[in-house]
C-alpha cells in the first residue's frame, strides 16, 4: 500500500489490526502516527495508560509486546499500541534474537480491541525472514520512503497554501536547494518560517535566506559545484568562511570527497546508458543529488573525475600523517584541479 492510501484509509476508518510501518523518512512516520492515534482513539481524546502503550523494542522484547496486546481493558473500547524500533524486521543485524513465533501466532488470530503498529525505521525490511512474509500477508505494510524532487516540491507547495501563506517559485526552490530537497527538514523550516513572516502572506527569498541558514552538506554542495566550474576565488573564500566558522578542515575535505564519488559513480554509470533515476537506485542517492551531479560533471571526462577523486584520498592520508597542512591542503587541490583541467584543454 502506498503512504498517501494508508493516510486515505485511515482518514475514512479503515482500520487494519496490524500495520507494519518502515522507512526512513520522520515526517511521514510522524505524520502516520498522528493519524493512526486520531483514528483509533478520536482527535479530542487524551493518550494514557488506558487506551495507549508506546514500546521501545531497544528496551522491550515481542514478549512484552505480546502481553500488552493481549491484555483486557475495561475502560476503553479499543486501543492502541505503539512498538518502536522493530529492528528485528529490517536487513540490519538486531542485538538479540526474538521469540518471533509468538509474534506469527499472534498475526494469525489478532485481538479484534486492539490496533498495534509495528515501526521499523530502516530502509529495507529482510524479506527472507518468515515473519516479514507472514506481516506481508496478514498486516498491512506502509512505506514511509523519501520523496522525489517533485514529490517534495508539490507537497511543500500545498502546504504553504493550505496554511494562507503564499511562495513563489524561486524563492520555492531557494529553500528545497537549501535543505536538500529533505522533506523532514524542509517542514521544520517551513514552519519557521511561518511563524517568521507572522501576519504577513508571502514567503519572500530574504525570510528564506535569514531563517534557513545552509547546512555544511549545503555549503559543501556549492563549494564542489564552485570546484567543478574552475571558479577558484569563490571556492576558496567559501573554503575559508567554513574554517572561519570553526568547521575542520577533515571533515570538509570527507564531505568533499563524498561528492567526488558520486561524481564517479554517476558518470560511470551514464557511460553504460543508465538514467537518473536508475542511477539514483543504483547507488541509493537522493535524486536530486544526481541530478544535480549530472550537470556538474559535463565538464569532465570519467577519468578526469576519478583522478580527483583520488587525489582527494591522497591528501586526507597527507593530511591526516601531517604532511600536508590541515588548512592549506584543500586549497592546494581547489588550484591543482583547476589548473589540471586548463592544462587539458
Not at 17 to 23: A, K, M, N, S
Not at 208 to 222: G, Q, R, T, W
Not at 272 to 293: D, L, S, T, W
Request: glycine share 2%; charged share 25%.
Amino acid at each position: 500500500m502506498s503512504f498517501q492510501q494508508s493516510i486515505t484509509q485511515l482518514k475514512q476508518h479503515q482500520l487494519a489490526p496490524v500495520y507494519l510501518l518502515y522507512g526512513t523518512e520522520t515526517y511521514l512516520m510522524d505524520w502516520f502516527e498522528e493519524t493512526l492515534i486520531t483514528a483509533v482513539l478520536g482527535a479530542k481524546t487524551t493518550l494514557d495508560d488506558f487506551n495507549f502503550a508506546r514500546i521501545d523494542m531497544d528496551d522491550a522484547t515481542l514478549d512484552d509486546v505480546i502481553v500488552e496486546a493481549n491484555t483486557v481493558s475495561f475502560f476503553t473500547a479499543q486501543r492502541l499500541i505503539w512498538v518502536k524500533n522493530a529492528a528485528f524486521l529490517g536487513t540490519e543485524r538486531a542485538k538479540r534474537k526474538e521469540n518471533e513465533q509468538i509474534l506469527l501466532d499472534y498475526l494469525e488470530n489478532p485481538n479484534p480491541d486492539v490496533v498495534i503498529c509495528f515501526q521499523a525505521p530502516y530502509e529495507k525490511l529482510d524479506n527472507r525472514k518468515k515473519v516479514v512474509k507472514a506481516f506481508k500477508k496478514q498486516a498491512e505494510i506502509v512505506e514511509a520512503k523519501p520523496l522525489n524532487e517533485r514529490e517534495v516540491t508539490d507537497y511543500v507547495k500545498q502546504y504553504i497554501f493550505n496554511e494562507g501563506k503564499t511562495i513563489d517559485r524561486q524563492t520555492l526552490t531557494l529553500l528545497l536547494e537549501r535543505t536538500n530537497y529533505e522533506l523532514t527538514r524542509t517542514m521544520e523550516e517551513v514552519n519557521k518560517l511561518i511563524l517568521f513572516v507572522s501576519e504577513a502572506q508571502n514567503i519572500t527569498s530574504a525570510a528564506v535566506k535569514l531563517v534557513v541558514a545552509p547546512s555544511l552538506d549545503d555549503n559543501i554542495f556549492h563549494l564542489s559545484d564552485y570546484v567543478m566550474q574552475q571558479a577558484v576565488k569563490p571556492a576558496i573564500q567559501l573554503y575559508r568562511t567554513l574554517i572561519a566558522e570553526k568547521q575542520q578542515p577533515i571533515a570538509i575535505l570527507a564531505l568533499l570527497s563524498a561528492n567526488f564519488r558520486l561524481y564517479t559513480q554517476v558518470a560511470l554509470l551514464r557511460q553504460v546508458g543508465y538514467g537518473q533515476g536508475e542511477i539514483a537506485k543504483a547507488i541509493n542517492a537522493h535524486p536530486f543529488r544526481v541530478k544535480m551531479a549530472m550537470k556538474q560533471i559535463n565538464r569532465y571526462s570519467t577519468t578526469r573525475l576519478i583522478q580527483g577523486y583520488q587525489q582527494l584520498i591522497e591528501l586526507e592520508d597527507q593530511m591526516k600523517t601531517g604532511q600536508i597542512d590541515q588548512n592549506l591542503g584543500l586549497e592546494w587541490f581547489i588550484l591543482k584541479f583547476a589548473e589540471e583541467r586548463a592544462q587539458a584543454h
